[in-house]
């Protein structure tokens, strides 16, 4: 019997997995993992010095960045830049605009968006920032929220995704990693161990970034299902539910980004409207919109304030706490997103890309605070349901409270649940192809990565959020997961500015096919 020849034309269009980067970076998250579990007194000491040094020491680094970011992204937007296609002139979008959104957002905020769109306010009205007296803090609360998801942290996203886009699609490197989108700054040393050093710090922080979304997914949903059958919580429950998530995960990650990933966007979509349209048309509709459009007015004119205009002399605890670490979780988790939107955007122009995640990112985020949060906030004054009382004792009860106060009561909470699910895996999903497309050494245009090196990063994804929800203590739990996504974010920064420089000297050393370009479009 003769074997079947080698074609070596097919091998070398066959995505290459980057063995190294894949050893280091599955590596330290499973060795991280271990010593919070077998050292989890010491661990929740280092985990809040780390915070507490982090946000207080980096604070100005991250209150400037949230500056540059949006300003540069707009001048990019409304120069010549925007006209350059992503990808052959004439081919048209890989997605329907409703699609691509839809995978945008689902991407970039999942589950966490329904936690926080309900009951941040509370904790902004229990700590107001800039000191403000009481009948001033529940403004300042109910519009602090939708600025953390705003503009500000859409633009974080978008930065990464226009440097990676310019390189996969227009300069045509190999694959869509952020080593290559580096290549003009590391020149030869992309392949050798500066180039995968960032791969492996980019996957490690993904992981880290990731388990603070999914460390607050679960108990969401394990909170749901304790409401609806009347039982016990236990930690058995959370880990059913982390289970549930990865094999999700796992199914969607397998099939691959259009019959996958794409669908399931596509069904967490509908679901959230189906949930925030019930909402206001089942709540106080006129309520939920005064106090919306009150609450953006009142966002637009204090935005220098929260910016951090005139930090650290004014507000600098509450921006500490919640300012950092919002821009620092946004920029954990933006090159993960970048190199989706990149992945997702091929035939679209630079200008489409920029203002697509800049307006839907943000329109989507501001929605879910104005109902949910406004509806919450409603609850709270008019019918007296004290869910600050409950918010102490327990954040995640706190949002399946105002849930169940709707009019089908607990029988909301399947569709809720649904949500919560497909929320977390469309995000999650979409990681560990990210973190399978990062971990490949050449990635054809037209093809995915390795189908079990994506199902691999799907269940690790799992790991490190069980190792931080075993620390118990909520308030051990938040400040983790916190921390997970501020450490995360500080060599991310520096890869950050590295894809930037990297973009202006791509664009200067293709300026005369870049001038084609333009004057073609």
Known sequence: MTSKPVNRSDRATRPQ?????????????????????LFEGKGVEIINALFHWTTTRLGQVFIHAGMIAPAFLLLLALSPFRRLRLGPEGEPPQHSTISWAGMIFSTGIGTTVLYWGTIEWIGYVQAPPFEAPSDRAKEWAMSYGMFHWGLVGWAFYALPAVCLSFAYHIRQA??????????PVLKHRVTTWPGRSINAIFMIGLIGSASTGIGLTTPLMTESVVAFFGLERSFTFTLLAVILIIALISISVSMGLERGI?????????????????????GPTEEITRQGLRSILFMVTHFPEMIGWYYPEQNKGFTEQWTVFYWAWWIAFAPFVGLFICKISRGRTMGQLIWGVLLFGTLGC?????????????????THLALIDTFADNPHAAVIQVITSLPLGKWILPLFFLLCLSFAATTYDSASYTLAA??????????????????LWAIALGILPLAILSL????DVLVALQTASVVVAVPMIVVTLLMVFSLLLDVRKHGVSTRRLLEDN
Do not use: W
Request: glycine content about 10%; aromatic content about 8%; charged content about 10%.
């Open 17 to 37: 997995i980057d063995g190294l980067v894949l050893a280091v970076s599955l590596g330290v998250t499973v060795i991280g993992s271990a010593m919070l579990f």
């Open 438 to 455: 990062a971990g490949t050494a050449r990635l054809p245009v037209d093809q995915d990565p390795a189908r079990g090196h994506r199902v």
């Open 366 to 382: 501001t929605l879910c605070f104005v109902i949910l949060g406004g509806y919450a906030s409603f609850l709270e004054d008019q």
């Open 262 to 282: 794409k669908r399931l966007s596509n069904l967490n979509l509908s679901l959230a409207f189906l949930l925030l349209g019930f909402v206001y048309l089942a």
């Open 174 to 183: 190999p694959s869509p990693s952020l080593a290559q989108a580096c290549a």
């Open 472 to 475: 118990g203590q909520k308030n």
